[in-house]
């Protein structure tokens, strides 16, 4: 292949170089990149390398159209057996997410190809010096019976300097897919950075900085049987990656991955959002250390987010979250910023990667919100975290120790998010380390306690042994009579458990979670389908409450109850100490949170009304298969033949709401169970047991009346059933109701999501905006209309508004976005007329030229693609025998439009018209392409203008025109 005219110098240039040369040169097939979120992958958390896609392939288990393939995969490497987050900012060349070229043959090309194809590539292509390239060979293992690579050997002698060819060993010549599979001999290729004629191959594979493998080639040629022999491969196949960063840095002669135009564009948008001074490359400064942190992460984060993964507690959510919180608490810390920061950093990274990888640009805006709202979820406890940090950290050194204890680790982690990895970069800011292994424990034995389930009573592990412990102390079983009226009662602690043992007493601790059991209690433990109250329980001892002991203490008590759950005949009310000191045998007030109890109440009534307007609407086999009613909306699972329709979504929201504006009264009574069953209309839940006497509750009548009259015909009409939890005394109490959602869940089960209250009245009233907004659009016009139009439709993905709501202001938006489609052909047209006058008065000036070139290239003003496309029509029209290269660049909105046209006398001299408009985009930041007659192209890069013009005209003159 004969060296090109300009060797690829930015990074974009040097990714299209290694493709195009695979695939032009060697036939290979473009294999467009896997998500980084492996879903059909259990074995792995991210993709890591390009090879994972074709897994399959290599195990014979799948095949692919093509025997040859390239391309560029995203992968990260955070978490599990490939990790590089615990180095990222601390070097210049570790990254969570990175490029790896790669270029694989599937039974077709081996060993010689490869090998004098890469070699090809980086010296050729690429321009790197032969003498300071090296390769390694697998020298062979007697042991494990395989013979040196030889081959291998030979063919990098016939290709580079005497001395620069050298055997490597298993470790690092020799690849394995895993205990068993496919595997085989490779051969790595090093690059010397400092090079000036010295032999660097003693430093190759010793950890130098300067002296750096940049390709593995595989050559896969055995199988790993079970019994731990090799059999040769029937096919034998290739499988090599080169990291994109690192190769764009040896191209670029930059010692530092970072200091390539790579991540440049991100350091400047981190600059320009945060108010840092810019990053200078200093490998010990902590404001260049966290410009690194959040650029890699950043991208990492986008990437993987926009492929599927989203932050969370476990497996690759927490990784994520983890690499979200060491980014922003590098913001916060070290740069200054406050406040969601991270969003904003998105469109930086989808400038440098969308047009490699295009689904980054449409799922941009659902990124930066995901990332956002994590960035607010951790934002409420860094301060709080850096304090309690700061706190451990000066204890220890006042106590003349290095360690931050484990306990305050797992402090950090489990009231204010902070990972341990976390933690260990800022110990070792502080020139501190951490407990690690005590850290490890203690998390071990919450995973123990938690791993029964996921309720709060679960994660106490309240085991039989404890509840016969308590009857041994002759501990009553809580009474919860008052649990439905919900009202402040006084209340003894008799019990506290710390989820191994019992405690008679306990101090404030707010990181410290305990189950207490109390007397009586007026909360609601978990049930049903029903979330359980929160509340407080306070000792006030200046008032009396307590026994004589804890009186003479003084002061208050307070506990925190975030959760209460059953165990046995006893109520677990989970929680932590607060303030001050408490003891069993004290009394003191125990009471709920009030309004999160009354917006449960008007959610669980507006349930029951729901499950009726559903089977009046949608039939009797509407079956309740599940529903989760909290403080801030309710769900309700049935099974059903189809969808609801909208109408039918109306008709079920209006039957809610009239029994709401009727004030129905909703009545709530034990009976027994046989009586119940007898009653017309009742309903239950499929396969659920129900006690004896059994609740009924039952909405427009009471139960005394369905008691004295079970066989009326009207109580069909009624909702009416078998239920424990809250409800309110009158429907008219849940204010208002909205059915938000209406969505399949699994085959033959539909999910609805509901709001009542406050909630629905504001979906309402949202809903009516909106729908002003729209009809106030009739006297919108010109750019206002489209920037109006786009607003809108950003509220309507956006606002919580009712599914009714949403599809009739979808329909009433129908004419809007038509007039706007209308107004902007109409400006388009305008468009395209203006650029054609400026095109026929460019042809004019170069026909009268005195000295007209061979090619007219030239700026047009105000034109977007299509009218340059028409620009270029009427040019060639005028000069059909002149190549014609227009373009228009568009500051506002950051993008340069090029197309060109060349005809058959200029494309015989090579002046093709897709390879004309490509050089031209890639020097304004952009791509393109297209037939060698007519071709269009786009810059992301608009101050770039002059130098596109030059490269286009610098590419004409290269063609001998």
Wanted: aromatic content about 6%; hydrophobic content about 40%; some cysteine.
């Amino acid at each position: 292949m004969s060296s090109p005219t300009a060797r690829p110098a930015t990074a974009a240039q040097i990714r299209q170089a290694f493709i195009d040369f695979f695939a032009r040169h060697a036939a290979h097939s473009f294999a467009p990149s896997s998500p980084v979120v492996p879903h059909d992958d259990p074995t792995l958390l991210f993709t890591n390398a390009g090879m994972n896609q074709f897994k399959d392939v290599f195990l014979g288990r799948g095949k692919r159209d093509y025997t040859r393939a390239v391309n560029t995969q995203k992968c990260i490497r955070a978490g599990g057996k490939h990790n590089d987050l615990e180095d990222v900012g601390k070097d210049t060349y570790h990254h969570t997410f990175f490029e790896m070229l790669g270029n694989w043959s599937f039974g077709d090309y081996f060993k010689q190809e490869s090998i004098r194809w890469g070699f090809e590539l980086l010296t050729e292509v690429y321009g790197l010096d032969r003498n300071r390239l090296y390769a390694t060979w697998f020298e062979g293992n007697a042991q494990a019976g395989l013979e040196p690579d030889l081959e291998a050997k030979a063919l990098w002698e016939s290709l580079l300097p005497q001395g620069h060819v050298i055997p490597g060993n298993m470790k690092d010549n020799f690849w394995e897919m895993g205990e068993t599979g496919p595997c085989g001999p490779c051969s790595e290729i090093h690059f010397d950075r400092i090079g000036g004629g010295r032999n660097a191959a003693h430093l190759v594979n010793s950890g130098d900085p300067d002296v750096l493998e940049i390709w593995n080639h595989v050559f896969i040629q055995f199988n790993r049987e079970p019994d731990r022999s090799l059999k040769s491969l029937p096919a034998k196949h290739v499988d090599t990656g080169m990291g994109l960063e690192r190769l764009v840095s040896v191209i670029q002669d930059k010692r530092s991955n970072y200091d390539t135009d790579l991540w440049a564009p991100i350091f400047e948008a981190i600059r320009l959002r945060v108010g840092a001074r810019a990053y200078t490359g200093i490998l010990d400064d902590h404001i260049d250390i966290a410009y690194r942190v959040i650029a890699d992460h950043i991208r990492c984060l986008t990437v993987a987010l926009t492929d599927g993964a989203t932050p969370s507690n476990e497996g690759r959510g927490y990784v994520l979250r983890r690499i979200l919180r060491r980014a922003v608490r590098h913001g916060h810390q070290t740069l200054g910023v406050r406040g969601p920061f991270l969003k904003d950093l998105v469109p930086a990274v989808v400038a440098t990667l969308g047009g490699a990888f295009p689904e980054l640009v449409p799922a941009a805006k659902r990124v930066a919100q995901l990332i956002e709202d994590e960035e607010i979820q951790f934002g409420k406890t860094l301060e709080r975290g850096l304090a309690l940090f700061a706190d451990a950290a000066a204890r220890v050194k006042k106590a003349g120790r290095t360690q931050i204890s484990a306990e305050d680790a797992f402090r950090l982690h489990d009231t204010s998010g902070f990972p341990i990895d976390l933690t260990q970069v800022m110990a070792d800011e502080a020139l501190l380390s951490v407990d690690v292994v005590g850290y490890e424990a203690l998390m071990e034995a919450a995973r123990d306690r938690s791993r029964g389930g996921g309720s709060a009573a679960e994660g106490m592990h309240f085991p039989p042994d404890a509840i016969a412990k308590l009857e041994d102390l002759q501990v009553k079983p809580t009474d919860d009579h008052g649990k439905f009226a919900g009202k402040p009662i006084n209340a003894t602690l008799m019990a506290i458990w710390n989820g191994k043992s019992f405690d008679d007493h306990v101090e404030a601790d707010s990181s410290r979670t305990l189950a207490f059991v109390f007397g009586a209690t007026p909360m609601y433990a978990e049930m049903g389908g029903q979330v359980a109250d929160h509340g407080s329980f306070r000792v006030d001892r200046a008032s009396g409450h307590g026994g004589e002991i804890e009186r003479s203490s003084g002061g208050t008590a307070t506990v925190e109850i975030n959760d209460v759950q059953r165990a046995g005949a006893y109520v677990l009310h989970i929680g932590r100490v607060t303030h001050g000191r408490i003891a069993c045998g004290e009394t003191g007030q125990l009471m709920l949170a009030r309004d999160r109890r009354d917006s449960i109440r008007a959610n669980h009534s507006a349930t029951h009304a729901m499950n009726h307007a559903l089977r009046a609407v949608a039939g009797d086999e509407v079956e309740q298969k599940g529903s989760l009613v909290d403080g801030e909306k309710l769900r309700f699972d049935y099974a059903a033949k189809s969808a609801l329709t909208v109408a039918q979504i109306e008709e079920v929201q209006r039957r809610v709401n009239a029994s709401i504006h009727a004030n129905h009264v909703v009545d709530a009574r034990e009976i027994p169970l046989a009586v119940a069953r007898g009653i017309n209309g009742v309903r239950a839940v499929f396969g659920e047991r129900y006690p004896d006497p059994v609740r009924v509750v039952a909405i427009g009548a009471t139960v005394a009346e369905l008691v004295a009259n079970p066989t009326n015909s009207r109580w069909s009409e009624l909702s009416i059933e078998f239920c424990g939890g809250t409800h309110l005394a009158a429907m008219g109490d849940a204010k208002q109701f909205v059915l938000v959602s209406e969505g399949g869940l699994a085959a033959g089960v539909r999910r609805v999501f509901a709001l009542t209250g406050p909630r629905a009245l504001a979906a309402n009233f949202a809903a009516e905006t909106l729908a002003a907004r729209v009809h106030a659009t009739e006297k919108i016009n010109g750019e206002a209309l489209f920037t109006e139009l786009s607003d809108i439709t950003k509220l309507l993905e956006s606002l919580e508004l009712g599914a009714v709501a949403r599809v009739e202001l979808d329909k009433a938006l129908e004419p809007v976005r038509e007039r706007a489609k209308n107004a902007r052909k109409q400006a388009e047209g305008a468009t395209r007329d203006i650029a054609v006058a400026q095109a026929r008065t460019l042809v004019e000036v170069h026909a009268q030229s005195s000295t007209p070139t061979n090619a007219l290239i030239a700026m047009i003003n105000g034109a977007d693609a299509a009218a340059l496309l028409a620009a270029i029509d009427a040019a060639r029209a005028k000069l059909g025998n002149t190549p014609v290269l227009f373009l228009s660049p568009d500051f506002e909105a950051g993008k340069v439009a090029i197309a060109a046209t060349s005809p058959q006398s200029a494309i015989d001299k090579g002046l093709k018209a897709g390879d004309w408009v490509k050089a031209t985009a890639q020097a304004c930041g952009g791509a393109g392409g297209g037939k060698p007659d007519t071709a269009q192209a786009g810059g992301k890069d608009p101050s770039k203008t002059r130098e596109a013009l030059d490269a286009a005209k610098a590419f004409v003159t290269a063609k001998g025109l």
